[in-house]
Structures are given as structure tokens and as C-alpha cells.
């Protein structure tokens, strides 16, 4: 497997920035073709207006989601005209009850899309909608950039979650562009059960599948001495000077969306590396 296709959205200039930025320089190291979407948001509830009104507000709210979402394609141009790479740019408008489904038809036939982080000071629900929409609806693996984080110019050193949770071998195989890219990666797993089908040798067959594909793998065995999964996950990480983190992501279906669930949250919450994640 290899990137051909690179996708982000834009929805602000701010915290779109820099995973605009990764989003460039994962196109530029794969020889991929960058898409970037241009989204413009009604972020309205129209249900809470009364009937004579509806008609204007929803008109003037849609006019001034298409009109941020073409201030954000000129930005997006300017960002991309000085770079060599294939790009193309597309300005488009959704309103937030039709976002998960806009989202998943115009990511799904991605190989990738980088997305920033999408908790955090100033952002909203859309930010964490889109990023599930591309994971969940449009089944395709999400690159997560932290706040004021770059994609380094060399993905030398990897950690790998591992539970053998179908989630997590379906990101392995995602990733695995990067993973061949780098010097060392790390399989870590936090407390093996005893009794799991891999109970004798943790990692052994992930290591084997890696090796196959020319990645050299490091199984870690960590013991769970802090009460979040996530917290320890990082710890190696920093331990390991990671470049990267690839994990499944992990969610449950609440009104028929899917919300990510804790585990998954807090990591992005608190990572302060690239996080490839895949459902």
C-alpha cells in the first residue's frame, strides 16, 4: 500500500494551518496528490426559529457559509501555488445536520486525511464530527496533528498500540507507508492478558506480519501503572522520542452517529506527537 491521495478540510485559518502543512509535507514525501476541501459551515438549528423566518435565516446562513468557504479556498491557493506537488482545492458548504455524510463521500476514496487536533480551545463540534466522519463513514485513516506541532521531515521512530483489537491491525496496514519509512518502531502492549490467544508470545505474529513487509519491530511489554491507557501510551512515546503514534480508533454508535470513545478522546486530547488512527 502507498498514498496516492492526501486529504484535509479546511475550516478556519487558525487551527487548520498546520495540519494543512502535514497534509503538504506527507503529499510531498509519498508523491501523492493533495485534495483540500474548503468548508463552509451553517452552523445554524434551524429548529429553534419560528416558521415566517426560517426561509431568510436558512438563505442568509447558507450565502454566508458559501462565502467563508470561498475565503477559505483562496487561502488554501495562496498556501499551495509556490509548491510543486498535485493539489486541487474545492469549496463546498454543508450544514451540521448533513456534515457526517458530506464529509464521507468526498474523503472515502482518500488514502489518507489529516485533520488537526479536534479538542481544544476554540473549537466546536464539527471539528470532532469531521474527524469521525472520515473514520467511521468514510472508512479511511486519519492523521491527527496536535496544536502548534510539525510533521517531521523524517518519520524515524514509531509507536504502535497494540491490543489485538481488529482496529488496531486495520491502522497497522494503514500506516504502513510510514511504518517502512522508519528506523525503529514499537510495539507496545500494556498488560497482555494471560489467557488471550497470544498469551505465550505478545506481538510475536504483528512482528512477523511487520517483518514481511520490511519493517524491523520492537515488541515492549508495559505494565498498566497509571489508571488511563493513554497516559502510559504517551509516556513511551516521549520515552521513545516517537515521531508518530499509530492506534485504533475506538467508538460506539449513540443515535445512530459515532462518538469516539474515551480512550481514543483522551489521546488526542494529550498527545503532543502525529497520531494515525483507523476504525
Not at 469531521?130 to 517531521?152: K, Q, S, T
Not at 521513545?240 to 483522551?266: C, K, N, Q
Request: with cysteine; aromatic share 6%; proline share 5%.
Amino acid at each position: 500500500m502507498t498514498y496516492r491521495t492526501v486529504t484535509t478540510v479546511v475550516t478556519d485559518t487558525t487551527h487548520c494551518k498546520g495540519s494543512l502543512e502535514a497534509a503538504k509535507a506527507v503529499a510531498s514525501m509519498h508523491d501523492a496528490h493533495l485534495d483540500v476541501l474548503c468548508l463552509g459551515l451553517d452552523r445554524s438549528q434551524q429548529g429553534f426559529y419560528y416558521a415566517g423566518a426560517s426561509a431568510v435565516v436558512v438563505q442568509d446562513n447558507l450565502a454566508q457559509a458559501r462565502e467563508d468557504a470561498m475565503e477559505l479556498e483562496t487561502f488554501a491557493r495562496q498556501s499551495l501555488s509556490a509548491h510543486a506537488l498535485p493539489w486541487s482545492s474545492e469549496a463546498l458548504t454543508a450544514q451540521m445536520v448533513a456534515l457526517n455524510g458530506a464529509i464521507a463521500h468526498r474523503t472515502r476514496f482518500a488514502d489518507l486525511v489529516v485533520m488537526p487536533r479536534p479538542y481544544g480551545e476554540g473549537r466546536g463540534h464539527d471539528a470532532e464530527a469531521i474527524v469521525e466522519a472520515a473514520l467511521f463513514d468514510g472508512n479511511v485513516p486519519v492523521l491527527v496533528m496536535p496544536d502548534n506541532a510539525e510533521f517531521p521531515q523524517t518519520v524515524g521512530n514509531i509507536v504502535v498500540a497494540w491490543n489485538e483489537s481488529p482496529e488496531a491491525l486495520r491502522a497497522v496496514r494503514q500506516a504502513l507507508p510510514f511504518l517502512r519509512q522508519a528506523e525503529s518502531v514499537s510495539i507496545a502492549i500494556i498488560d497482555p492478558p494471560q489467557h488471550g490467544p497470544e498469551r505465550s508470545d505478545p506481538g510475536g505474529a504483528l512482528s512477523q506480519l511487520l517483518a514481511r513487509h520490511g519493517v524491523r519491530a520492537e515488541v515492549c511489554v508495559l505494565a498498566k501503572t497509571m489508571p488511563r491507557i493513554s497516559d502510559i501510551l504517551n509516556r513511551h512515546a516521549n520515552d521513545r522520542d516517537a515521531d508518530m503514534i499509530v492506534m485504533g480508533a475506538y467508538g460506539h454508535s449513540r443515535f445512530r452517529e459515532s462518538i469516539l470513545g474515551g480512550a481514543t478522546r483522551h489521546m488526542l486530547e494529550v498527545a503532543e506527537v502525529p497520531i494515525v488512527l483507523a476504525h
